[in-house]
């Protein structure tokens, strides 16, 4: 719900269906207080979420803590501008680690606000020049037309599917492939044979619960006992 692209990407949203803002405050805190008429509508016609107690302050360290939120609740992310300490490209570091796909619009290299999304694309993510690019890298959520009910219908389905696979069998058998040595994301979704929702899911649970590291180069190593 930030100022710029944030507060207008919700705008566009909520011109056609909803929208979900993730707090780095409490639900209560309207930050930045110019968007209380859109934190109002956002709450009227979709979701105002944070993991934050009510009544918390907005504080530079909650907002990296917010972003991993962001990206896990998303199907994948598109970075458009960040500068090379932006805080979207620490979102699109959690969404590569959580399975997602990462997608960034390509700029200018004399443009410090293009650096970022240069340099995802440089290191592998997917060059978006339009909308449509976007549609066409995403078959698995556009659902034939007779069976479409709504974006809403979409999400729900989604998460049917990750409820489906996400079973105590399958959280053992990640478990089990984790071992007490570092495993990098890769290895263990070829281990696994889950779907990359799924093991991000399950390593997110691990995370929240205290018994996972994130390594770099894309590594986990699980710590601590149930």
Same mark, same amino acid.
């Given at each position: ?16 269906? #909803? ?15 110019? #968007? ?121 389905? #989604? ?68």
């Amino acid at each position: 719900m930030a100022r710029g692209i944030d507060g207008a990407a919700h705008e566009g949203a909520l011109t056609t269906g #909803h929208t979900v803002a993730v707090l780095a405050a409490g639900v209560d805190v309207v930050y930045p207080p110019e #968007h209380r008429d859109l934190y109002l509508r956002i709450a009227e016609r979709g979701a105002v979420v944070s993991e934050m107690p009510p009544g918390t302050e907005p504080q530079a360290a909650l907002f990296p803590r917010r972003n991993r939120i962001i990206s896990g609740a998303s199907l994948d992310v598109v970075v458009v501008e960040a500068t090379l300490r932006s805080g979207s490209l620490i979102t699109a570091r959690l969404a590569a680690e959580q399975g997602r796909d990462v997608f960034a619009v390509p700029g200018s290299p004399l443009d410090p606000r293009a650096q970022g999304p240069n340099g995802l694309i440089r290191d592998g993510a997917t060059l978006i020049q339009s909308a449509e690019n976007i549609l066409c890298e995403l078959p698995s959520v556009i659902v034939p037309a007779p069976n479409f009910c709504s974006p809403a219908a979409a999400a729900l389905q #989604h998460i049917e599917i990750i409820r489906e696979n996400n079973t105590p069998e399958t959280r053992r058998k990640i478990e089990a492939a984790l071992g007490l040595a570092q495993a990098g994301v890769d290895e263990l979704l070829r281990q696994c044979q889950v779907s990359p929702t799924v093991l991000a899911t399950v390593l997110l649970e691990l995370d929240l619960a205290g018994r996972l590291e994130r390594l770099p180069g894309n590594r986990v190593l699980l710590i601590g006992t149930v």
